[in-house]
């Protein structure tokens, strides 16, 4: 891709980004939101998952 390209995609996804209602936009936010995973499985991968399962187990 050439750099004309990529300015030319970037342009374009910033009026499309800016063309859209203000709750639109703040949708899109919430609903990315609530698909991330926790931020310690960002951190520190699926360790504590794991030690936490393992724990959870022992407990029943």
Do not use: C, H, W
Not at 10 to 15: D, E, G, I, N, R
Not at 40 to 54: H, K, N, T
């Amino acid at each position: 891709m050439k750099t004309n390209d990529y300015v030319k995609y970037v342009t374009q996804q910033l009026v499309t980004y800016m063309d859209q209602p203000k709750e639109v936009k703040k949708a899109q936010r919430n609903q990315r939101k609530l698909e991330r995973s926790p931020v310690v499985y960002q951190l520190f991968g699926v360790i504590p998952f794991a030690i936490m399962m393992l724990f959870k187990k022992k407990k029943m």
